[in-house]
């Protein structure tokens, strides 16, 4: 019963949005009033886990979202997305911008939280799509593969990270092996799929498309590159140095607290606000009223975070993850395969992949001791199966729809494809990594 209704609530809420043409937000909160009754919750149980869910999502990703748009803008608008796009045409070429921006997600990725990579990628990715006249999709798509795969697979991303800790893995071999099994997943869903979306040639987000500027208007390319490339450091540096230093010292809390996603995204736009605002000429009230109007840019987006939160959390509260784990219980297929095809049904039944990784992680753990598998390579099979096709109640769906600006049904063509071949893909590799190790 859980599951049906999970299921007919996603089928209304695509109803209400592609056909009704609702406001998505309300159809979220619409379909979780009806699918939370269906599951049994007394009507305040509905109202609470709404709250919850909206209240969780919003508190964990609006600081980020809205420092992320602010940092865009003043990229976009000061210059530097263009003059980091002239130097990137420059150096690999028209034909193989889709390969550098393939790689530049993989490593952007690998420190940095998905909503952060994405806020401060993608508008390069518009940037450079609009001034050489290229699919935005086609060259975007291998970048966002790249995000995805560093997200579900590696730690010290939070799903792979609490895994890790309840399966006392190895930080140091999940990552290699989690490094292995990404390579052929990005090139499959990123670089060979994303070679089919020529046709995708809709215009992305105007908002994010900054007018031409002459050379001697725009920040030198060191500028450039640094302002955007400052949270990376930061979080890179406090991830590769905190371990390091001794535990609870001050200087460890002060390098920690600067690695926080929302405190680099801070300080990169106080930074851009200095490089990329004032020494170009601009007032501060001028920049300012830039920074308000990227918040305006994603106001909408946010309700509609909100929303896939509110179901989310009804999901949650209405017993599915349990109902998932139970229908698997007693399965005998392979314990990684088990273990990808329960993270992947929690998956697409909730939305988030971090619950889908976290609750398979504890229904799994009896499992890993009782077979004795590679406990590394259990990681990445949960961590695959957590990214199986994304859809209309997973934030990230909405996020790359409203940036790329796709109708609902070549959003499902394109995004949640290239999610399920990220998931399929993950799992294959670490069966054959299974099968090389022996």
């Known amino acids: 019963m859980p599951l049906t ?44 886990a709404i709250q919850k869910g909206i209240g969780g999502t919003l508190g964990s990703i609006t600081a980020i979202i809205a420092l992320g748009a602010m940092l865009g803008k003043l990229v976009a608008q000061s210059g530097a997305a263009q003059r980091i796009a002239v130097n990137i045409m420059t150096l690999v070429g028209t034909k193989n911008a889709r390969w550098a921006f393939l790689v530049t997600g993989f490593i952007v990725g690998l420190p940095l939280f998905y909503s952060v990579g994405f806020m401060l990628l993608t508008p390069l990715v ?22 995805s795969v560093t997200q579900g697979y590696l730690p010290p991303h939070p799903a792979p990270l609490a895994i890790l800790k309840q399966f006392n893995a190895d930080m140091g071999l999940t990552l290699f ?15 060979l799929f994303g070679s089919t979306l020529k046709r995708y040639t809709t215009l992305p987000n105007p908002a994010f498309i900054a007018p031409d500027l002459p050379d001697d208007q725009m920040p030198s390319a060191t500028v450039s590159f640094l302002t955007v490339l400052l949270p990376i450091l930061l979080i ?3 991830t590769l140095f905190g371990p390091l230093l001794p535990a609870g010292s001050v200087s460890q809390q002060i390098l920690l607290f600067i690695g926080e996603p929302v405190v680099s995204m801070f300080c990169a736009v106080m930074v851009a606000t200095i490089t990329l605002g004032l020494r170009l000429g601009k ?8 920074l308000a109007d990227s918040v305006k840019d994603v106001a909408m987006l946010l309700l509609i975070f909100g929303g896939a939160g509110a179901l989310k959390q009804v999901l949650t509260d209405g017993g599915v993850n349990q ?23 929690i998956r697409v039944c909730v939305g988030s992949s971090t619950v889908s990784g ?29 990214m199986m ?50």
């Open 5 to 48: 209704s999970t299921f007919l609530g996603i089928l209304v809420l695509i109803g209400l949005i592609s056909f009704v043409r609702l406001h998505a937000f309300l159809a979220f909160l619409a379909v979780s009033v009806g699918v939370g009754l269906a599951l049994g919750l007394q009507p305040l149980a509905v109202l609470e």
């Open 126 to 147: 518009i940037t450079v799509a609009y001034r050489y006249k290229l699919p935005a999709l086609y060259i975007g798509l291998p970048m966002l593969a790249s995000l």
């Open 177 to 191: 092996y989690g490094i292995i099994v990404s390579i052929p997943a990005i090139l499959i869903s990123g670089a």
């Open 236 to 238: 890179g540096f406090s």
């Open 283 to 290: 007032s501060m009230p001028t920049v300012t009223a830039l």
């Open 323 to 345: 109902a998932v784990a139970d229908l698997m219980h007693n399965s005998s297929l392979h314990p990684y395969v088990l273990a990808w095809g329960m993270a992947a049904l």
């Open 358 to 386: 976290i609750t398979t992680a504890g229904f799994v753990a009896p499992l890993l001791t009782a077979s004795g598998v590679e406990p590394n390579l259990m990681v990445l099979s949960i961590g695959a199966g957590s």
């Open 389 to 438: 096709f994304s859809h209309v109640n997973d934030t990230g769906f909405w996020l790359f729809r409203e940036y790329f600006q796709l109708s609902m049904a070549d959003t499902l063509k394109t995004w949640s494809v290239m999610e399920t071949l990220v998931s399929v893909s993950g799992l294959g590799g670490v069966m054959a990594l299974n099968w090389v190790l022996g």
